[in-house]
């Protein structure tokens, strides 16, 4: 059962179930691009691949929605992962054993916009390929990606090469978040009285 609570409201809206793909070990939204929360769904096996759905829930609207995924809908593992990247919608994974590819959606919903910005290969950091989330565009033309659990790395693809960004203290885990302050006051913004 889905069910929205509005700020500025007393109660909850029930609003159905959701679509069968969004099950509930999908975990929270992975990125919101124009007004819409974004999951990645595995749907199963097409021969050696992972096939995948994009399901997006429009905040205005209050429904699910498909959202076109890029042209290469199959990718070698589950390592499949939604963000945003200049404000778009991206999609990254392994496209074989040798290319991690990052695609941007140029125009939201719309299928022929998916653009391939970045492919590199996924052992240049060593070891085995591990699962690269895009964090944020850097002004170089580059990406800020963190390397798994594990690390932080800029991807220059002009040099095509990684640079690790050395952090003081050992975590065992690591999770970046990319932060974007706001001088928007919640209250201002919703005429809520406190």
């Known amino acids: 059962m889905v069910q929205v609570f509005t700020v500025g409201t007393t109660e909850w809206r029930n609003k159905g179930a959701p679509p069968p793909q969004l099950t509930d070990k999908i975990g929270p939204p992975k990125a919101l691009v124009e007004g819409s929360l974004h999951w990645v769904t595995d749907v199963g096996m097409g021969g050696v691949h992972r096939i995948f759905s994009i399901i997006s829930f429009e905040l205005a609207d209050e429904v699910f929605e498909e959202i076109p995924h890029p042209p290469c809908q199959r990718f070698v593992s589950r390592n499949y ?48 390929p591990r699962f690269y989330t895009v964090i944020r565009a850097l002004k170089n033309g580059g990406i800020q990606l963190q390397n798994g659990d594990r690390s932080l790395v800029s991807y220059d693809p002009v040099e095509n090469r990684f640079e690790t960004l050395q952090m003081s203290g050992s975590s065992y885990w690591l999770r970046a978040l990319p932060f974007l302050p706001s001088l928007f006051s919640a209250k201002a913004t919703m005429n809520l009285q406190l």
């Open 81 to 128: 992962g939604l963000s945003v990247l200049n404000g778009r919608l991206s999609a990254g994974g392994l496209a074989d054993e040798l290319h991690f590819d990052i695609w941007v959606m140029k125009q939201h919903r719309v299928k022929e916009s998916w653009v391939k910005q970045f492919s590199f290969d996924p052992f240049v950091l060593g070891g085995p």
